[in-house]
């Protein structure tokens, strides 16, 4: 068998699982989550629940990558536990499922930018959003996306995802920061700060179960978590790093993008009417982004700029999704990788096409991975390495980690008892809301 690629540096796989975790949900939900949860409110909880269950959560998955040193199905056996196998398969298939329409919206993302730069959706951003988001326009955007997608993996660990994402990542900080500063000169900022930083503590509390679900499914999500993406990335790490060090450090440098996001978004939303519409779904967001830009001097660049951002998050995190698959296939029936890319992407490519005939069969495919496949699956890593793999677990959070013994013993813990719970009541709040809706007919 071919020697296996690993990252050029522990640089290069920080930048790579960096790139995974900064997408479509720091830059376009987190802040449209927040919008429709209480602003502020949704704001703590959510960062409650990236520090406090998230972290230790990558964790989890970089032990069992690191020590697999396979691809997300294989490591399980590799670490003597074979008959666990099926929690990294059910990760490689939330990747392709959640692959088929985070390409779909992708592919808005492109037309957004050819809308910004012509102008296209000043006038009527509804009507636009209509137009690009179903049909033939979001089946081409979603083939081109899906093909850029394909091209950086078929190309390599590192030559296509180190060096893609080495350039993405820091183009993405610099002009967020840009826009950021921008958007400090709208006339809506300190409102839309307002909104966005002054928790009334009261709403949580009395919006708990409500907030709760979304804020926990948005902390897998953004984080890559419960997709065997982190397994994956973390199986070509040397035995040297740190593996609190680096999911610190991803796990930081994910939430400041989100928080950044955030800054742009809210003055953005206040300077032209409020929150009110932009919270409610997949396309009200775009509609809401779009017509402020619409309307403010110079918003056709400024857009062009944000929907690029926006491009180059949701690349990076693709990458990562179609990665899973291939290099499940390329290493367990030995085609090689190109072939297998080609393969895997255009299955994945016609798996998205049914939501492009419109946005509650986006919603579902959504819905499904948010609230059923990926707990489940978080569930799953915690109890394997809390109370299956424990001393594996240990002694892999240990090496090359300065962190000490006591804080790998109140990880393991954490992990046997504080995740598992917290994951048992998000999923099952998140399946009786799908369930709620699938009865009343929200999807089809
Ligand atoms: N973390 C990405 C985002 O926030 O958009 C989405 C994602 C990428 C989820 C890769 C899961 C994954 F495996």
Redesign the pocket.
């Known amino acids: 068998m071919a020697q296996r690629e690993t990252w050029t540096s522990r640089i290069g796989f920080i930048f790579a699982a960096v790139g995974?975790?900064?997408?479509?949900?720091?830059i376009w939900?987190f802040p449209f989550q927040t919008a429709s949860n209480g602003g502020a409110a949704f704001l703590v909880v959510y960062l409650a629940a990236v520090f406090l269950i998230g972290f230790p959560t990558m964790m989890i998955e970089f032990v069992i990558g690191r020590r697999g040193e396979s691809n997300p199905v294989a490591a399980f056996k590799s670490i003597g536990h074979g008959e666990w196998s099926f929690v990294g398969g059910l990760g490689v298939f939330s990747?392709l499922v959640?692959l088929a329409f985070?390409s779909v919206i992708g592919g808005w993302v492109l037309s957004y930018i050819v809308g910004s730069l012509s102008g296209a959706y000043f006038g009527d951003p509804a009507t636009y959003f209509g137009s690009v988001s179903t049909g033939n326009v979001a089946i081409a955007a979603h083939a081109v996306f899906m093909a850029i997608t394909i091209g950086v993996v078929a190309a390599g660990v590192t030559g296509g995802i180190e060096r893609a994402t080495k350039f993405m990542i820091p183009a993405i900080l610099i002009l967020l920061v840009g826009l950021g500063a921008w958007a400090t000169t709208l006339d809506g900022a300190a409102a839309g700060y307002e909104y966005y930083l002054s928790p009334d503590f009261g709403v949580i509390v009395d919006n708990f179960a409500s907030i709760v679900p979304p804020a926990m499914g948005q902390a897998f999500?953004?984080?890559?978590l419960g997709?065997s993406?982190m397994i994956a990335y973390a199986s070509y790490l040397g035995r040297d790093d740190s593996l609190p060090a680096d999911g610190g450090a991803i796990v930081v440098v994910n939430t400041l993008v989100a928080l950044l996001a955030g800054f742009v978004v809210f003055p953005l939303l206040f300077a032209t009417g409020g929150v009110e519409g932009a919270g409610g779904g997949a396309g009200t967001a775009f509609i809401a982004i779009a017509g402020a830009f619409g309307t403010l001097p110079a918003g056709g660049i400024l857009g062009a700029v944000f929907f690029v951002v926006l491009l180059f998050?949701?690349l990076s995190?693709a990458i990562?999704?179609l990665e899973?698959p291939v290099s499940f296939v390329s290493e367990n029936y030995g085609y090689g990788r190109t072939t297998t890319a080609v393969a895997m992407g255009v299955g994945i490519f016609l798996l998205g096409v049914p939501t492009t005939f419109g946005t509650s069969w986006l919603n579902f495919y959504n819905d499904v991975v948010f609230n059923l496949l990926l707990p489940i699956a978080v569930l799953l890593l915690a109890v394997f390495v809390g109370w299956v793999a424990n001393t594996e677990a240990i002694d892999e959070i240990e090496l090359g980690s300065s962190f000490g013994p006591s804080f790998a013993t109140g990880w393991l813990w954490w992990v046997r008892i504080v995740v598992p719970i917290a994951v048992i009541v998000t999923l099952y709040l998140g399946v009786d809301s799908l369930y709620s809706g699938i009865v009343a007919g929200d999807y089809f």
Request: proline share 0%.
């Open positions: 995974s975790a900064v997408g479509l949900g720091n939900s990747s959640t985070y999500f953004t984080l890559s997709f993406v998050a949701a995190s990562s999704l899973v």
